[in-house]
T-cell receptor
Framework: GAVVSQHPSWVICKSGTSVKIECRSLDFQATTMFWYRQFPKQSLMLMATSNEGSKATYEQGVEKDKFLINHASLTLSTLTVTSAHPEDSSFYIC?????????????FGPGTRLTVL | GNSVTQMEGPVTLSEEAFLTINCTYTATGYPSLFWYVQYPGEGLQLLLKATKADDKGSNKGFEATYRKETTSFHLEKGSVQVSDSAVYFCALSDRFQGAQKLVFGQGTRLTINP
């Protein structure tokens, strides 16, 4: 199957700094990628849909100025957490669609654990 | 809006026991249904899926049947192994501009003891 990577796998930062997380589709091109947030022992919450060459579509309640998404190429989407605070600490997961319209499947990255001190 | 409800975990079973993880959904239209598995330290992987009513998805000994009348997609396995220990997520797809927007249940942690 298709492979999606994320970098870094974990990051610790100080409150007030910005952190960038990369999501790459390694062996396929993805016009659409998704960013999720997973709290401990809870489900994945969709944050936004990232479209190559256009603005991301954010879910209700997600601050677009805080979580900046850029999908500059067909294999790379980035999520930047700006002015991070301890409440932003979480597990961030990306996914990318692959396949034909009749059988698209989402492939998930391994996730990035963010800890804000 | 669309939603998915899974039975709460954690679930602990002995090896070779029968497994059922319940999943029900609320959706408009005719969504596709999925089970994803997340092994420790890894990303989510698609376990099985069903795209229309009465379809049965199966993989690695796991099965789930799309029941429209009960809006359910329960996951079953006849004889679990220690290697099945993971977190299982039920999900439905909500078509969004041709892409596949997933709505997840809360996840069920499964532990299989030898």
């Amino acid at each position: 199957g298709a492979v999606v990577s994320q970098h870094p796998s974990w990051v610790i930062c100080k409150s007030g700094t910005s952190v960038k997380i990369e999501c790459r589709s390694l062996d396929f091109q993805a016009t659409t990628m998704f960013w999720y947030r997973q709290f401990p022992k809870q489900s994945l919450m969709l944050m936004a849909t990232s479209n190559e060459g256009s603005k991301a579509t954010y879910e209700q309640g997600v601050e677009k100025d805080k979580f900046l998404i850029n999908h500059a190429s067909l294999t790379l989407s980035t999520l930047t957490v700006t002015s991070a605070h301890p409440e932003d600490s979480s597990f961030y997961i990306c996914s990318a669609n692959w396949g034909t319209s009749g059988g698209r499947e989402q492939f998930f990255g391994p996730g990035t654990r963010l800890t804000v001190l | 809006g669309n939603s998915v409800t899974q039975m709460e975990g954690p679930v602990t079973l002995s090896e070779e026991a029968f497994l059922t993880i319940n999943c029900t959904y609320t959706a408009t239209g005719y969504p596709s249904l999925f089970w994803y598995v997340q092994y420790p330290g890894e990303g989510l992987q698609l376990l099985l899926k069903a795209t229309k009513a009465d379809d049965k998805g199966s993989n690695k000994g796991f099965e789930a049947t799309y029941r429209k009348e009960t809006t359910s997609f329960h996951l079953e396995k006849g004889s679990v192994q220690v290697s099945d220990s993971a977190v299982y997520f039920c999900a439905l797809s909500d078509r969004f501009q041709g892409a596949q927007k997933l709505v997840f249940g809360q996840g069920t942690r499964l532990t299989i003891n030898p």
